[in-house]
């Protein structure tokens, strides 16, 4: 992931890589003519658990990804915030990060 900052330095990490399980809606946000309505997304992701279908209740999984993205009418593009839980349990958060639709990876 690259972001630049307004001083126009470059700063880079690792991809990010969270085994999460998303869950929520989307929805129209009106907009004033000419300009087309936007698509909200939003959506809350949790750490999958694999527990026996007679197990029981199960324990309480807290979630590890908050998503908030907003689209363009025909979902190829848009802006994301976002934020998940790093390997020590506290949130990372990323603001305004550019998303756009790719081709699924073929397994």
């Known amino acids: 992931m690259s972001f630049n900052t307004?001083?126009?330095?470059?700063?880079?990490?690792v991809p990010?890589?969270?085994?999460?399980?998303?869950?929520?809606?989307?929805?129209q946000l009106p907009t004033l003519p000419?300009?087309?309505?936007?698509?909200?997304?939003?959506l809350t992701g949790y750490p999958p658990i694999h527990w026996p279908t007679h197990g029981g209740l199960g324990p309480v999984i807290l979630p590890n990804v908050?998503?908030?993205m907003t689209l363009?009418?025909?979902?190829?593009?848009?802006?994301?915030?976002?934020r998940y839980r790093s390997g020590h349990g506290d949130w990372q958060e990323i603001e305004a990060a550019p998303v756009k639709l790719?081709?699924?990876?073929i397994a």
Not at 72 to 82: E, F, H, K, T
Not at 102 to 105: C, L, R, T
């Open 6 to 13: 307004r001083r126009h330095h470059t700063a880079r990490s």
């Open 16 to 27: 990010l890589d969270v085994a999460t399980s998303l869950q929520g809606n989307y929805s």
């Open 72 to 82: 363009i009418p025909n979902w190829q593009s848009g802006i994301a915030s976002y």
């Open 34 to 42: 000419p300009a087309p309505a936007l698509l909200l997304v939003l």
């Open 102 to 105: 790719v081709s699924p990876a």
């Open 66 to 68: 908050d998503l908030r």
